[in-house]
Structures are given as structure tokens and as C-alpha cells.
């Protein structure tokens, strides 16, 4: 049995599921027999995603935009009155950036934190009565720049740092109310995410960003964050150039600046 598997008959919320990592998982999960809602602000790939799947009893589009609170609480509420629980909430959609501090404009650092991090805090607030109902899971998707700062990613990392604390927070009050709780961090993924980047005009890229290490794929990493909610793990770091990075930090930090440095652009 897989993962995935797992999950059979379980409903399921996935956010940013038009296209990378968010995709790849709400596809693996519906073909593994598990209720899916998939959450995006394209709404057309969603329909499209559904129509591949092959089967509409077990996929339901919520088409929206995470950063909207009554957005989230509708689509939760929906979905559960649709399956009749909730049983876990992937936040994994985000946008990330690529720009000097120096350079990029203010509305470039509030979009990393209005998806980024209040989308996250919008799906948690709204899923919480009902993960404990199901003694469900919350999973964060985060990422390696949530455990450090990267050059021209200041932004994004913050925002991927603002996520930990409210993981953490969560994980310890929510303990009681047997909710599992868990952050995933990626390393580079071969996903949009890095040509939606914003530049610092905050507007798209449309441009591949440097990476440092290796880099996973989005099936690869659906697969780790079915693994992680499936055992309930606490956090996850994937990629041994991620996990590796976060050793240097704590090891030998100004090597890990000079990494950090040079994904320049």
C-alpha cells in the first residue's frame, strides 16, 4: 500500500492544486480513492484537473483566492458539508520572488505574506472545528528558505518563516484536541513556482531563478507530503541539499551565507 493510499475515503483540501506540487498531490490522492477539494485561483485547470481524474464525485473545485478569508471559510465549510468531514488540509499554494531588498517594491513583500502566510492562517483558522471532529491534519508546505534567509528571496523567506511559527504554535495548542500538525520544507523544485516568481516590480518574472543543489519533482515531493501526514511527522525537510543546508546554518553560518549568497538572480 502506498501512501496515498491511505487516505482512501478520507477528504481531503489541497490549496494551490492548478499546477506543481499542489497538482501532482490532489491527482495522487483521488486516484488513491480519497475526496478531494482542490483550491486555486485558475479555475479552468482545476476543471481540467478534475476532468482527468475521471471521476466528479470525487473531486470538488473550489476556485478562489487563498489570501481571502471568507473565500477559505466558505470553501472548507463546502467542502465538508459536500463529504461530510474534513479530514486534512494541505496549505501548500505560494508564490515566491526574485529581487534585491534594495530594488523591489513594498507590494512585492505584502503579496509573499498575504498568500504565503495569511492563506495559510485563513485555512487553519477555518478547518480547525472540523480536523477536530476527524482528529484530522493540518500540513504546511514551507521551504528551505523558512529555515534561513537566501539573497534576492528576503520576501519569500519571510513569509516561509512567519508559516513556522504559526506551525509550531499550532502544534502545541492543538495537541489536546488530536490534531496533527506538520510543516514540510522542499528544497528546489522543478515546479511554475520559480518562473511566477516576482520580480521587483512585483509583477512575474517569467524567468528561471538560480538554484542551489538538487532538484526534486513535484510527484516526488507529493509523495514525501503523503508519507509526512500518513505517519503524522512533525517536519519534514526534503532534499539532501536542503537538509544540508540546514546543518551548515546551524554549523558553520557564514559558509552557509556564502551558499545562501549565491543564488543571486
Not at 519569500?156 to 502545541?172: D, I, N, P, Q, T
Not at 528544497?187 to 509583477?203: F, H
Request: glycine fraction near 10%; proline fraction near 2%; include cysteine.
Amino acid at each position: 500500500m502506498t501512501y496515498a493510499e491511505r487516505f482512501a475515503g478520507k477528504v481531503v483540501l489541497v490549496t494551490g492544486a492548478s499546477s506543481g506540487i499542489g497538482r501532482a498531490l490532489a491527482l495522487r490522492l483521488g486516484k488513491a480513492g480519497a475526496k478531494v477539494g482542490v483550491v486555486a485561483r485558475r479555475g479552468e485547470r482545476l476543471r481540467a484537473l478534475a476532468k482527468e481524474l475521471g471521476d466528479e464525485t470525487s473531486m470538488m473545485v473550489l476556485e478562489g483566492d487563498i489570501s481571502d478569508e471568507d473565500f477559505c471559510t466558505k470553501a472548507v465549510g463546502d467542502l465538508a458539508e459536500a463529504y461530510g468531514k474534513v479530514d486534512l488540509i494541505v496549505n501548500n499554494a505560494g508564490i515566491s520572488m526574485n529581487a534585491l531588498f534594495e530594488e523591489a517594491e513594498l507590494e512585492v513583500f505584502h503579496r509573499m505574506m498575504n498568500v504565503n502566510y495569511f492563506g495559510s492562517l485563513h485555512m487553519a483558522k477555518a478547518a480547525m472545528p472540523h480536523l477536530e471532529r476527524s482528529g484530522g491534519g493540518l500540513v504546511f508546505v514551507s521551504s528551505i528558505v523558512g529555515k534561513r534567509g537566501f539573497a534576492t528571496r528576503s520576501g519569500y523567506s519571510a513569509s516561509k518563516f512567519a508559516v513556522h511559527a504559526l506551525f509550531e504554535s499550532l502544534r502545541v495548542e492543538w495537541a489536546d484536541k488530536g490534531i496533527h500538525v506538520g510543516i514540510i520544507a522542499p528544497g528546489y523544485t522543478d515546479t511554475e513556482i520559480r518562473e511566477q516568481a516576482l520580480g521587483k516590480d512585483a509583477m512575474p518574472r517569467r524567468a528561471e531563478g538560480k538554484t542551489a543543489g538538487d532538484v526534486m519533482s513535484a510527484e516526488d515531493a507529493a509523495e514525501a507530503i503523503c508519507k509526512m501526514a500518513a505517519l503524522r511527522k512533525r517536519e519534514v525537510i526534503l532534499t539532501r541539499g536542503g537538509k544540508f543546508m540546514v546543518w551548515l546554518n546551524k554549523l558553520l553560518p557564514a559558509v552557509a551565507d556564502r551558499v545562501a549568497a549565491s543564488v543571486v538572480g
